[in-house]
């Protein structure tokens, strides 16, 4: 479809639209916006992009997305080395993060082990995962993946691997959202929250 | 009134049905025509208010009405319980089957909570002659009827198993791979027999109290070939898929589980299994475990289910008809019956209303009668 634009603005809409969370419609408003404020949004975009498109990479270490060799999380000596968050993707590691609550390191899997889609172990990033726990100094994984089957079967096959390695597994809780009420709780997580119970 | 009934119902472009409106007041319907004039179309756009295919067990595009090619519309106002709903459900263009309870969007396994609907198909003549899996299709709508989280458990239960299958097909000897997926297969597979159990029981109870002119039918749950089931907890599970990872593997797919398991049916009185009973005995076997799935619903959810009934009042004799319509009514359940004369459904009188259905250029005109 053309937008009776210059070929090299279409071929940028077009590329836009593949973005998640636009389309065709708001790509072309983000294009023109971006163009109306060329000294604003333009120019800046499009140094950054160059930059990141430079620099942007995965940490050897954890596979969070960074600019260098080693992420700001795996070279912060801040971070608490002896806990590690193993999750499924980085967009859950910067969930975790934005939460400001975990202190220790992360380790992302790429993915959660899924026969049908063809993702085994060897597609995740596990031989890496017990080399950092083989070198000691970890005392506790936790596995925050999700309440799926993929995510749950995952969880497990990681347990079963890294406890003979003498670390604590332990998993998220399952249950009641903070700010939710029962009554809009779809029954299976309301049995997840009565099972996981404890005294106040 | 306490109790579950449609109200109304509206299908729009659904199958031979154009555009079909019918008011209720709860009491059973008889939809009576020909052959072909779409009376089962009726029963079945009423079957989509539960969760699933539906009684044809059709693919949701196939029930569009050709020539339209823009989908289709089953609008119904539920009256359950002490609350009326107005449920929503259709395809329009390639999407996936919508449903809207009281105008918000909600998952199909909600349906299931708030409406419970059992069916008798004239296919279903035939159950305890074929393969296990229609037996076992007829058990799991049984045990969802009581509980509607059957559906999730089957759901994981069945996905678990691909993944399982997968590795199995791949020669895949991970065996950390194999003890993750069972576990989950153990748990939801423990759940599935608690539930399927819980059902039989329910039933078997609301058999033994029943004053009823139809056979008791004793049901219990075997293995694939006929043997007596494994307990089927979550331990029992997760040793049989150890075990037999070997011979699945061999076989390409698993072997054992609740997904293998089937039904057996002995007529009681006779102490004879269904499949050697007649063919009139069998269709009174089925009505008769429909009647009690009902008669037990009644006690648990609060009220008797919406009973679809295709053509069965065809294979019973006048004196059984009537014993069928009287039960019925005594349940007080809202079935909708299909047959192709008026005279079938005499024995109703007006405790009844009746829908006339005939055929022109191949559409369906629907008539309500007092």
Same mark, same amino acid.
């Given at each position: 479809?053309?937008?009776?634009?210059?070929k090299?603005?279409e071929?940028?809409?077009a590329?836009m639209?593949?973005?998640?969370g636009?389309?065709p419609?708001s790509?072309?408003?983000?294009?023109?916006t971006?163009?109306?404020k060329?000294?604003?949004?333009?120019?800046?975009?499009?140094?950054?992009?160059?930059?990141?498109?430079?620099t942007?990479?995965?940490?050897?270490?954890? %596979?969070n997305?960074g600019?260098?060799?080693?992420?700001?999380?795996?070279?912060?000596?801040?971070?608490?080395q002896?806990?590690?968050?193993?999750?499924?993707?980085v967009?859950?590691?910067?969930a975790?993060?934005?939460?400001?609550?975990?202190?220790g390191?992360?380790?992302?899997?790429?993915?959660?082990?899924s026969?049908?889609d063809g993702?085994?172990p060897?597609?995740l990033?596990?031989?890496k995962?017990e080399?950092?726990?083989?070198?000691?100094?970890i005392?506790?994984?936790?596995?925050?993946?999700?309440?799926?089957?993929?995510?749950?079967?995952?969880?497990?096959?990681?347990?079963?691997?890294?406890?003979p390695? %003498?670390?604590?597994?332990?998993?998220?809780a399952?249950?009641?959202?903070?700010?939710g009420?029962?009554?809009?709780?779809?029954d %299976?997580?309301i049995s997840?929250?009565?099972?996981?119970?404890?005294?106040? | 009134?306490?109790? #579950?009934a449609?109200t109304?119902?509206?299908?729009a472009?659904?199958r031979?049905h154009a555009?079909?409106?019918?008011?209720? !007041?709860?009491? =059973?319907?008889?939809?009576?025509?020909?052959?072909g004039a779409?009376?089962?179309?009726?029963?079945?756009?009423?079957?989509?208010?539960?969760?699933?295919r539906?009684?044809?067990?059709?693919?949701a595009a196939d029930?569009?009405?050709?020539a339209?090619g823009?989908g289709w519309?089953?609008t119904a106002?539920?009256? +359950?319980?002490?609350q009326?709903h107005?449920?929503v459900?259709?395809?329009?263009?390639?999407?996936?089957?919508?449903?809207?309870?009281?105008?918000?969007?909600?998952?199909?396994?909600?349906?299931?909570?708030?409406a419970r609907?059992?069916? #008798?198909?004239?296919?279903m003549?035939?159950?305890?002659?074929?393969?296990?899996?229609?037996?076992?299709?007829?058990? /799991?709508?049984m045990?969802?009827s009581?509980?509607?989280?059957?559906?999730?458990?089957?759901i994981?239960?069945?996905?678990?198993m691909r993944?399982?299958?997968r590795?199995?097909?791949?020669q +895949?000897? !991970?065996?950390g791979?194999?003890?993750?997926l069972? !576990?989950?297969?153990?748990?939801a597979?423990?759940a599935i027999?608690?539930?399927?159990?819980e059902?039989? +029981?329910?039933?078997?109870?609301a058999?033994? !109290?029943?004053?009823? *002119?139809?056979?008791?039918?004793?049901?219990?749950?075997?293995?694939?070939?006929?043997?007596?089931?494994? /307990?089927?907890?979550?331990?029992?599970l997760r040793?049989?898929?150890?075990?037999?990872r070997?011979?699945d593997m061999a076989?390409?797919r698993?072997?054992?589980? =609740?997904h293998?398991?089937?039904?057996?049916?002995?007529?009681t009185?006779?102490d004879?299994p269904?499949?050697?009973?007649s063919?009139?005995?069998?269709?009174?076997?089925?009505? +008769?475990l429909?009647?009690?799935?009902?008669r037990?619903l009644?006690?648990s959810?609060?009220a =008797?289910?919406?009973?679809?009934?295709d053509?069965?009042?065809?294979?019973? /004799?006048?004196?059984?008809?009537a014993?069928?319509?009287?039960e019925?009514?005594?349940?007080?359940?809202?079935?909708?019956?299909?047959?192709?004369?008026?005279?079938?459904?005499?024995? #109703?009188?007006?405790?009844?209303?009746?829908?006339?259905?005939?055929?022109?250029?191949?559409?369906?005109?629907?008539?309500?009668? *007092?």
């Amino acid at each position: 479809m053309s937008d009776g634009a210059g070929k090299e603005i279409e071929q940028l809409i077009a590329l836009m639209a593949k973005l998640p969370g636009l389309g065709p419609r708001s790509a072309r408003r983000a294009v023109l916006t971006m163009i109306k404020k060329r000294r604003l949004l333009l120019d800046p975009l499009a140094q950054a992009m160059t930059e990141v498109a430079a620099t942007a990479r995965e940490c050897v270490e954890c %596979g969070n997305i960074g600019t260098s060799d080693l992420c700001d999380i795996c070279t912060s000596p801040k971070r608490d080395q002896t806990i590690l968050c193993i999750v499924e993707d980085v967009s859950d590691l910067w969930a975790m993060e934005r939460a400001q609550v975990f202190s220790g390191r992360y380790h992302v899997l790429g993915g959660v082990l899924s026969a049908l889609d063809g993702i085994g172990p060897d597609e995740l990033k596990l031989p890496k995962l017990e080399t950092r726990v083989a070198q000691g100094q970890i005392k506790e994984a936790i596995l925050a993946l999700g309440a799926t089957v993929d995510g749950q079967t995952t969880a497990h096959y990681l347990a079963d691997r890294l406890e003979p390695l %003498g670390i604590t597994v332990t998993t998220l809780a399952q249950g009641v959202p903070v700010g939710g009420e029962l009554d809009y709780l779809d029954d %299976g997580t309301i049995s997840a929250a009565l099972r996981a119970r404890k005294s106040l | 009134m306490t109790r #579950l009934a449609l109200t109304s119902l509206k299908l729009a472009a659904f199958r031979s049905h154009a555009s079909l409106r019918v008011e209720t !007041d709860g009491r =059973p319907v008889a939809i009576y025509g020909p052959n072909g004039a779409g009376k089962t179309n009726i029963l079945e756009a009423i079957s989509m208010l539960s969760p699933g295919r539906g009684l044809r067990r059709a693919a949701a595009a196939d029930m569009a009405r050709s020539a339209t090619g823009i989908g289709w519309r089953v609008t119904a106002e539920l009256h +359950s319980l002490e609350q009326s709903h107005e449920v929503v459900t259709g395809v329009e263009g390639d999407a996936a089957r919508s449903v809207t309870i009281d105008g918000k969007a909600a998952a199909q396994v909600a349906l299931g909570r708030i409406a419970r609907i059992l069916w #008798l198909v004239p296919v279903m003549d035939r159950l305890w002659l074929e393969g296990a899996g229609e037996r076992r299709r007829f058990l /799991d709508r049984m045990a969802l009827s009581f509980t509607p989280s059957h559906a999730e458990a089957s759901i994981t239960y069945e996905r678990a198993m691909r993944d399982r299958n997968r590795l199995l097909k791949d020669q +895949s000897r !991970d065996a950390g791979w194999y003890d993750a997926l069972e !576990d989950q297969m153990a748990r939801a597979g423990a759940a599935i027999t608690a539930t399927r159990m819980e059902a039989l +029981s329910r039933v078997a109870r609301a058999q033994e !109290d029943a004053a009823t *002119a139809f056979p008791r039918a004793t049901l219990s749950i075997t293995g694939p070939d006929g043997e007596d089931a494994p /307990d089927g907890s979550e331990d029992q599970l997760r040793r049989a898929f150890a075990e037999g990872r070997r011979r699945d593997m061999a076989a390409g797919r698993t072997l054992t589980g =609740p997904h293998r398991a089937d039904l057996s049916a002995i007529y009681t009185d006779k102490d004879m299994p269904a499949r050697h009973c007649s063919t009139g005995e069998q269709k009174a076997l089925l009505i +008769s475990l429909i009647l009690a799935n009902a008669r037990a619903l009644a006690d648990s959810f609060g009220a =008797p289910p919406i009973l679809l009934l295709d053509e069965v009042a065809a294979h019973l /004799d006048t004196d059984r008809r009537a014993a069928l319509y009287d039960e019925i009514c005594a349940l007080g359940a809202q079935a909708w019956m299909t047959g192709t004369g008026a005279e079938l459904f005499d024995a #109703l009188g007006p405790r009844a209303m009746r829908l006339h259905v005939t055929e022109e250029g191949g559409e369906s005109r629907t008539q309500a009668e *007092a």
